[in-house]
């Protein structure tokens, strides 16, 4: 038994009953989560992040369906990574962006540009209408590893990045930013963003949580090339 088999055996586990699955119509989705009494600390959260599972507030989850694998666990190499001619154009495009790392979120300024996204980007989905209640909780809930990336343009806040330190990476666990400043490809930056600081950091991964086939709203994680599968409980890259 590895490392991180040991680990999980000795986390308690609950699951979810079938719900309705927020990517596929039609279908019911169970979800995996660690006891939410436990601490999430660097420790746990790497070794789960090996394994496939996710950080949305306060829980460590993994999809965990009867009849349905799509969502596969996917990272980037940073060493392997090479920009693009269309990563330069976007990383040369909001070089006039200054960023600012904070351990705590607490701007009214960043709840409204939240609130903006959510409502515009994601009205179909079930995180709208975007509430303070909901921001708290997914958005503003961390570990003592989170970090935010702000993104200012001339002193207003445009992107917001929610980023955890791992003892092999950084995970990507959530970006919102100003949907009317679509030209810039502010998502795609802060992922750009991302493995810029984790190669300063000397961290090999940067994970980007769940990739599912034919999904458009996750195809962009598909363009991080190469990029690292978890299939099979093995992660495979693909170039």
């Not at 088999?5 to 989705?29: E, G």
């Not at 980007?121 to 809930?141: L, N, W």
């Not at 190669?199 to 190469?226: D, H, T």
Request: with cysteine.
């Amino acid at each position: 038994m590895n490392t991180n088999s040991k680990v999980i055996s000795s986390v308690r586990l609950f699951r979810t009953s079938p719900h309705p699955c927020s990517y596929k119509a039609d279908q019911r989705a169970a979800t995996v989560f660690v006891d939410p009494d436990l601490v999430i600390d660097k420790t746990l959260n790497s070794k789960l992040s090996e394994l496939g599972y996710r950080r949305s507030g306060a829980h460590l989850y993994r999809p965990d369906c009867d009849f349905c694998n799509a969502c596969i666990s996917c990272r980037i190499p940073v060493e392997a990574f090479s920009f693009k001619r269309a990563h330069r154009k976007i990383w040369n495009n909001n070089q006039d962006l200054e960023v600012i790392e904070r351990n705590d979120l607490t701007c009214d300024e960043s709840f409204q540009l939240y609130e903006r996204y959510i409502n515009t980007r994601h009205s179909d989905g079930d995180m709208y209408p975007a509430t303070p209640e909901q921001f708290e909780a997914f958005i503003k809930t961390k570990t003592v590893d989170t970090r935010f990336s702000m993104f200012y343009e001339s002193g207003r806040l445009v992107a917001v990045s929610v980023t955890d330190l791992l003892e092999h990476g950084l995970s990507a666990v959530y970006t919102f930013f100003e949907p009317a400043q679509s030209r810039r490809s502010l998502g795609i930056h802060a992922i750009l963003y991302q493995i810029k600081l984790a190669r300063e950091l000397a961290l090999p991964y940067v994970f980007l949580g769940y990739w599912i086939k034919n999904c458009q709203k996750m195809e962009y994680k598909s363009k991080f090339r190469p990029l690292e599968m978890l299939i099979e409980g093995k992660w495979i890259l693909v170039k």
